[in-house]
């Protein structure tokens, strides 16, 4: 389409007619995300963020237009897989944003890779693809699964004096990856693991057989993985069966996310959690985050929403460095140059893995007014993985 307009316009001035100027190629972004499946709720947080990014960072950098492509994972790999390669081949998009499954992150994983198509992940943590399957064409704004997690088991040993732990995720790449970090600083530092359960990723229908066997086993803490609404009815069900004043729950910070706690209410009180982003960070940037996605949505952004909102800043700036091209190599150059002070402080791109490197904050959630919200209670300085295989 764009060859066959250029040589209308160069048909049209040979024949001395006078046109305006035509602006310079849109940079198109594919934007893939779950807007369906068991993580709708946190695919339409990204994608409110992301425009609120670009609303906010420049909607057009040098001339070139930035234009949105979005595409649905559906929270599933082969969806992910088949919008990746019509975002690719049929909307010939420059780039991809987005990815919020480490299971659908691997189902992409090797098609951008060969199509030498840059991807941005704006959630998905699975620690391949920034360790024995890193790329130069996979940059992570988020997080990897053992980043978040690598620290609590040493934490709770430490800090709670938690010497046994029974585990509990959802059963693909994320919640394995997620349950290994935390059980090897966990056991290095003396606790004990006496009991594990994996769900299938989903809405679990009623999770009380598994309570069951958390009471039975009888942990100093339940260490567990749960994200978007299986982590809400997580939440209420363990309180509800009685376990919540028994047996401490704690876990990867998602389980009480700011996209929903407010639904969990009292049932989250006194759950511990890391993260690399809450909302009660007090920083210029986050304030001015927080304010901006609150006039616009009615309610306060999320780390979902973070990551996306930095997403569309680091896409924003590092196109200001290439002035506007896209040309893969200077684009990817140009990622690794860029250093931006977000909501979440400091971001910076490992060129190691292509991992972000970012603080973790350690949680406990309080009551706040009439509500409950995350109360930062230890701050793991500038988290860098280690590479993990990954030899860029
Ligand atoms: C993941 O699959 O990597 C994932 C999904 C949801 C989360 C965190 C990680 O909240």
Redesign the pocket.
């Known amino acids: 389409m764009r060859a066959l307009f250029r040589c209308a316009v160069g048909a049209a001035l040979a024949g001395a007619v006078t046109l305006p100027l035509q602006a310079a190629d849109p940079v198109k972004v594919g934007v893939l995300l779950p807007y369906t499946g068991v993580?709708a709720g946190?695919g339409k947080d990204m994608d409110q963020a992301l425009n609120l990014g670009f609303d906010r960072f420049g909607r057009e950098v040098a001339g070139h237009p930035i234009e949105l492509v979005t595409a649905d994972t559906e929270s599933k790999p082969p969806s992910g897989l088949s919008q990746a390669k019509k975002l690719i081949l049929q909307d010939k998009v420059d780039m991809i944003v987005g990815i919020?499954?480490?299971?659908?992150?691997g189902a992409v994983r090797n098609y951008v890779h060969g199509s030498k198509t840059p991807l941005i992940i704006a959630?998905?943590?699975?620690d391949d693809l920034t360790g024995a399957k890193c790329s130069p064409y996979v940059v992570r704004t988020?997080?990897s699964?053992s980043q978040?997690n690598r620290d609590m088991g040493t934490w709770l040993v430490e800090n709670r004096s938690f010497k046994s732990a029974f585990l509990m995720a959802?059963d693909?790449?994320?919640?394995h990856?997620?349950m290994e970090a935390f059980r090897a600083t966990f056991t290095a530092a003396g606790g004990k693991v006496v009991g594990e359960a994996y769900p299938p990723?989903g809405e679990t229908k009623d999770f009380g057989p598994y309570l069951a066997k958390i009471k039975a086993a009888a942990p100093d803490v339940t260490y567990v993985?749960f994200?978007?609404g299986p982590?809400i009815k997580f939440v209420k069900e363990y309180d509800a069966f009685g376990l919540k004043g028994a047996i401490p729950l704690a876990g990867?910070g998602?389980l009480t996310?700011a996209l929903y706690i407010q639904k969990e209410g009292a049932a989250a009180e006194g759950i511990l959690g890391a993260l690399n982003y809450v909302p009660a960070i007090d920083l210029p940037a986050n304030h001015e985050f927080q304010q901006a996605f609150k006039e616009r949505h009615g309610r306060g952004g999320s780390?979902?929403g973070v990551q996306a909102y930095d997403s569309a800043r680091l896409i924003v700036e590092a196109l200001k460095i290439t002035g506007g091209s896209t040309a893969t190599e200077k684009l990817l150059k140009a990622f690794h140059a860029v250093s931006l002070e977000g909501p979440r402080g400091t971001l910076r791109i490992d060129p190691r893995t292509n991992n972000v490197i970012q603080n973790i904050y350690v949680f406990d959630v309080r009551k706040a007014g009439d509500t409950v919200a995350a109360h930062v209670l230890d701050v793991v300085k500038d988290v860098q993985d280690p590479p993990n295989g990954c030899g860029l």
């Open positions: 993580f946190l919020v499954s480490s299971a659908v992150a959630n998905a943590g699975n988020s997080f699964n978040i959802f693909y790449a994320a919640g990856q997620m990723l993985f994200a978007g982590a990867a998602w996310s780390e979902f």
